[in-house]
């Protein structure tokens, strides 16, 4: 018989999902976030984090004492107890007449207030679970949401459904509907939910997956996740969009049926509900806090008999720009394993384990850089 591989859990470096792994293995990749990680570093970070108490040290109390002694104690402790229980349930007695006829008064005072702090709550909820606003300078609706973004709409075109933290905004227009389902999560990371939403698509080889600043932003990052009409077989297009927002996830969840069958949000009115959402506050991601930073390589080479060293350096902000430095400096944007110039015009490959990030170059290369200041 063959040899059986052990697996173990582990948690992934990048995104912390978890995971399963042959510990035997060096490197394995995340089927959340799809970035390599090094196998001993996720073990170790699963054991930190699910670490418990194996055993405790037993404890032996020997008593003694003379039990004669003890027995007339406890006698005269006994003798005791009764008297006093039989002025103790004279004066319950007469205690319990008089609790008996507060007891009315109590109840009736109970479920005053009880009453009046149901009234209470239900104004409370109906002003701040759901707020539709004036129109706003377009003349378009705004529905504020009680976890602090807000979207504007047609409402002649679109009906508001609210379930909990689940909000469903319903499009008609001729031929062409549509929902958008917007909601927040929490306990669990952008990708690990939206491959939770996606497998209810099927078609899985045919989901496209990209990302890019979120909705609303130009300093946050969002994960897109499309499948398209002619894939469905059902005349529908689908799009799943989510981003780390405070203290959860906040998810897009799009359904078109619509003749236009192309790659994201088709129907002009619903991709104009989605990019109109705004933010009272929305705090700095952490999710990619160990990204940021710069990082230097330098390289020696003789020239005319002289040895001549060059640094090059990349520089990864927290808002996703960064700036590239080889021969020239050139902006960029990045994301969890793509470096794009800010044009979009070229990209390039990158992970980070630690306190290295490798760039593949065009050469297919992997070219190592140092964390400054490390």
Not at 7 to 15: D, E, H, K, S, W
Not at 117 to 137: G, L, N, P, V, W
Not at 336 to 343: E, G
């Amino acid at each position: 018989m063959g040899e059986h591989v052990k697996i173990v859990p582990a948690l992934c470096t990048q995104c912390g999902g978890r995971v399963e792994v042959d510990p035997n293995s060096e490197k394995a990749a995340c089927p959340f976030c799809g970035m390599t990680f090094i196998v001993e570093k996720a073990i170790n970070n699963y054991n930190v984090q699910h670490a418990t108490i194996e055993h405790a040290d037993n404890v032996n109390i020997d008593m003694t004492g003379t039990v004669k002694t003890v027995l007339d104690f406890v006698g005269d402790q006994i003798k005791e107890g009764r008297e006093e229980r039989k002025e103790q349930r004279k004066l319950e007695a007469e205690k319990d007449k008089i609790i008996t006829r507060g007891m009315f008064k109590i109840f009736g005072i109970m479920f005053a207030a009880m009453f009046i702090f149901a009234i209470i709550a239900f104004i409370y909820f109906q002003i701040t679970d759901k707020e539709i606003t004036d129109k706003d300078s377009t003349g378009d609706t705004v529905y504020s949401n009680i976890n602090g973004w807000s979207v504007a709409y047609d409402d002649s075109l679109f009906d508001v459904a609210e379930n909990g933290d689940d909000v469903s905004f319903e499009y008609k227009n001729g031929n062409e509907t549509a929902t958008v389902n917007i909601r927040n999560e929490v306990n669990v990371q952008p990708e690990e939910l939206l491959t939770n939403v996606t497998e209810n698509w099927g078609h899985n080889d045919n989901i496209n997956k990209n990302e890019g600043f979120f909705p609303g932003t130009t300093d946050k990052w969002g994960y897109w996740r499309t499948l398209t009409g002619d894939h469905t077989g059902e005349g529908c297009n689908r799009t799943a969009i989510a981003g780390e927002y405070n203290d959860g996830v906040l998810l897009f969840d799009v359904t078109e049926y619509t003749d236009d069958i192309k790659d994201g949000i088709t129907i002009d009115d619903v991709s104009d509900l989605v990019n109109s959402i705004t933010y009272e506050s929305f705090e700095d991601q952490t999710i990619y806090d160990y990204y940021a930073g710069t990082y230097v390589a330098e390289y020696t080479d003789e020239i005319e008999g002289e040895n001549i060293t060059t640094t090059y350096s990349v520089t990864l902000n927290e808002d996703h720009t960064g700036t590239l430095s080889f021969q020239d400096d050139v902006d960029i944007i990045w994301g969890t394993s793509t470096i794009w110039y800010d044009d979009y015009s070229s990209s390039m490959e990158f992970t980070i384990e630690g306190d290295s990030l490798y760039i593949n170059d065009a050469n297919n290369e992997w070219i190592s850089f140092e964390r400054e200041g490390i």
